[in-house]
T-cell receptor, first 109, second 114 residues
């Protein structure tokens, strides 16, 4: 079967660093996506990993280990506007996205 | 990143009526998808919109209820037919550029059925 797990909710402090983990089991793998979604808005593309390793993009970094079925999204220098849901998604062999339930990130001053 | 537009952005409809949502992309894309997102939940794929042929529907979704058209590479429509309050949701159009494996979303259509 296909399964994607990520924590339901996390809390962090403004200015700090937070790591959101995602583990997966899928029948096909064509890459892993991270999206940010603010309440009431459409998801916004953050990152795409298809090879093992770390991809850095400003304050956000995403890591992938295909052998372990594991990824994380790292957010540095947290800002209040980073409060949102973060969605992990796997692209299967048919180029369709399989979605995790999302992690709600709460940033406190 | 590509620009994806949807209209209407929101609508309030009566039970038993139908609503057609339009999705326009500003460049030719490989694939287009339609998703539904219930409040507080993750996205659920309704179907893949295929250019010039019938859409490919996911389990639980049928063409009679959610007819989809995609006449060309940049435009698609989703119709929510014979609506009931359970159809109240956000409907999202998404487009995939296979060359870069980038998938972006439109702003969504917030539908409320009374």
């Amino acid at each position: 079967g296909q399964n994607i797990d990520q924590p339901t909710e996390m809390t962090a402090t403004e200015g700090a660093i937070v790591q959101i983990n995602c583990t997966y089991q899928t029948s096909g793998f064509n890459g892993l996506f991270w999206y940010q979604q603010h309440a009431g808005e459409a998801p916004t593309f953050l990152s795409y990993n298809v090879l093992d390793g770390l991809e850095e993009k400003g304050r956000f970094s995403s890591f992938l280990s295909r052998s372990k079925g594991y990824s994380y999204l790292l957010l540095k220098e947290l800002q209040m506007k980073d409060s949102a849901s973060y969605l992990c998604a796997i692209m299967d062999s048919n180029y369709q996205l399989i979605w995790g339930a999302g992690t709600k990130l709460i940033i406190k001053p | 990143s590509a620009v994806i537009s949807q209209k209407p952005s929101r609508d309030i409809c009566q039970r038993g009526t139908s609503l057609t949502i339009q999705c326009q992309v500003d460049s030719q894309v490989t694939m287009m998808f339609w998703y539904r997102q219930q409040p507080g939940q993750s996205l659920t794929l309704i179907a893949t919109a295929n250019q010039g042929s019938e859409a490919t529907y996911e389990s639980g979704f049928v063409i009679d209820k959610f007819p989809i058209s995609r006449p060309n590479l940049t435009f698609s429509t989703l119709t929510v037919s014979n609506m009931s309050p359970e159809d109240s949701s956000i409907y999202l159009c998404s487009a995939l550029w296979r060359e870069g494996n980038e998938q972006f979303f439109g702003p969504g259509t917030r539908l409320t059925v009374l």
